[in-house]
């Protein structure tokens, strides 16, 4: 009679904990974050930068697999204020994104906490600011995710992990580049090149950014966290092994250089088997009118000479940079965050349910540019399209499907909320197509996707058949070439409302960019998590009792 008592208290014990989300195994991170302004001169002239603790960049945030992680932060700013963590799939938990679309932001001189899960996920990732241009003013960083000990890694340990944060960079602040966006004015080519917030030039003094031992093998996870442009990112003297690429370890290619277009973080090992001295590390713009560049100096540490000034050359053209893409593979026997290897999953042999094609649009109307796609123009209305849907107002905030999963043939551009309903994970195929002269970055917030292809002129279904069915890389930010497309595979399988945008912020910030709803039929904690207790509720759906639980 003793034990059934205690086997039904073990069973309630269970039950509650899952109901409840208690992760006893999995290890919680703990940080507060002040978000201040402050004012800095990374290009030689003083201006506003948005800091957090004090620091520019920001602080790293190290974790490994399944890690909770836990970040309050206080917003000291004079406008409301929100953190993306670009690339964390926020499994069944999209209360978390930090988006405008589904999370209210936080205003001046209040605080809120995001929690968050790092669930089966390892790699390099960044996280920046969503709310207007503040990402054009710092407050971003390098997030890591290193493998859990039993999970083998298809590299030896290096001797020291290292975040490469590049990006181009405005003297302007980010409320007068806004100004400038509001009014109807592009942004115009960036001032300069930063390597981890500084500007070094050839020649000049400069301590060194990292140091290296002679013979040691070093981890540098390189992230492009700019807003216009991609870069070309190279160390002198040596060359680099890919073996991670937002979240998937990659076939180990060993490249002089690596393109890595706005949103992207790469991976590489990098090995101390030169001459002991100085070397640059070097950062240029690609696809502009004019290169812009940016170094920094590794030092051997016992090295005693300066690094040559002769810096090794760029590549030339798109061409190229096409080129490399197609070298990119998934490693199909490595072990990613799980024990089995990655090409278990064989997505080339799942059939398509939907095909979606996304074409980029521009447009000057009453003197002010928006951008969009298929003809709409995103904008965020006061009320999280999450929350409004989640309280059951959806109807009074947005509507879903204004644009068809097959372009229109027009020149105009509706500017209201873009929402795309999803079934519950059905595989799809979207077509990402670039009509412009300018290379375009895309990413996809709570997944990632396979990039099939990348390709110059128009897709039609034909264009399948060269599609990479088995070794794409898993990733979450795809470019797309002027005049080119781009094809991702991907199973929505993630409950919640998920953004899908350019990286090229000024394009976000006029309109191109959309929300995926994925509902789950079943109203269960099994497919996504409740609204957090803390949660910020804004717009039309402030004061109203919250909706029954899911079970």
């Not at 290619?253 to 890595?260: A, E, G």
């Not at 004019?290 to 053209?317: C, D, F, H, M």
Request: hydrophobic share 35%; net charge neutral.
């Amino acid at each position: 009679m003793a034990s059934g008592v205690i086997l039904k208290l073990i069973v309630c014990f269970l039950v509650g904990a899952l109901m409840h989300g208690v992760r006893g195994e999995d290890p919680y991170l703990f940080f507060t974050w002040n978000v201040t302004y402050g004012t800095i001169s990374p290009l030689g002239v003083d201006q506003q930068v948005i800091l957090i603790n004090g620091e520019f960049p920001g602080p790293n945030i190290n974790s490994t697999t399944n890690n909770n992680v836990v970040v309050n932060v206080f917003n000291h700013l004079d406008e409301p204020f929100l953190f993306t963590w670009s690339g964390i799939q926020q499994r069944k938990n999209s209360w978390e994104d930090g988006v405008p679309g589904t999370n209210c932001p936080i205003a001046p001189g209040t605080n809120f906490t995001y929690k968050f899960q790092v669930k089966d996920q390892i790699g390099s990732y960044i996280y920046y600011p969503s709310m207007g241009m503040h990402r054009a003013a710092g407050a971003f960083g390098g997030l890591r995710i290193h493998s859990r000990a039993l999970i083998p890694v298809p590299y030896d340990e290096p001797s020291d992990d290292y975040t490469v944060l590049i990006g181009d960079w405005y003297t302007k602040s980010h409320k007068e580049l806004r100004g400038f966006l509001d009014s109807g004015r592009p942004l115009g080519r960036p001032d300069g090149v930063l390597i981890n917030g500084k500007a070094g030039k050839v020649g000049a003094k400069q301590e060194p950014l990292f140091t290296m031992e002679p013979g040691k093998t070093y981890r540098y996870r390189v992230c492009n966290v700019g807003l216009k442009a991609s870069l070309n990112f190279r160390i002198q003297g040596h060359t680099m092994k890919l073996v991670e690429m937002e979240g998937s370890h990659t076939v180990q290619n060993v490249y002089d250089s690596l393109d890595v277009h706005i949103g992207q973080c790469f991976t590489v090992l990098v090995t101390a088997d030169q001459d002991p001295k100085d070397y640059y590390i070097v950062a240029s713009t690609r696809f502009l009118r004019e290169v812009q560049t940016g170094t920094a100096i590794i030092s051997y540490s016992n090295g005693k000479r300066e690094a040559s000034s002769e810096l090794p050359p760029a590549p030339v053209g798109w061409a190229w940079s096409l080129n490399q893409f197609r070298t990119f593979r998934w490693n199909l026997t490595a072990s990613a965050a799980r024990p089995n290897p990655q090409g278990s999953y064989h997505y080339g042999a799942i059939n398509i349910t939907r095909t979606i094609r996304l074409v980029n649009s521009v447009i000057k109307t009453n003197g002010k540019l928006r951008y969009g796609f298929n003809g709409v123009s995103h904008t965020d209305p006061t009320t999280p399209l999450k929350l409004a849907e989640y309280f059951n107002v959806a109807d009074k905030v947005f509507k879903y499907d204004v644009i068809k999963d097959e372009p229109e043939n027009t020149t105009d551009l509706s500017v209201q909320p873009n929402v795309l309903n999803m079934t519950f994970r059905n595989f799809v195929e979207i077509i990402f197509e670039n009509h412009e002269k300018s290379i375009q970055s895309y990413h996809i917030d709570g997944y990632s996707f396979f990039a099939v292809a990348v390709e110059p002129g128009t897709w039609s279904p034909e264009k399948r058949m060269n599609y990479n069915l088995l070794d794409a890389v898993s990733r979450h930010t795809i470019q797309v070439f002027p005049k080119s497309w781009a094809a991702i595979l991907l199973t929505f399988d993630n409950a919640g409302m998920w953004n899908i945008r350019s990286e090229r912020w000024e394009r976000t910030y006029l309109g191109q960019q959309l929300y995926a709803s994925i509902l789950s039929p079943e109203r269960s904690l099994r497919d996504e998590y409740n609204i957090p207790e803390n949660a910020l509720l804004c717009g039309i759906v402030k004061g109203l009792p919250k909706p029954p639980s899911y079970t």
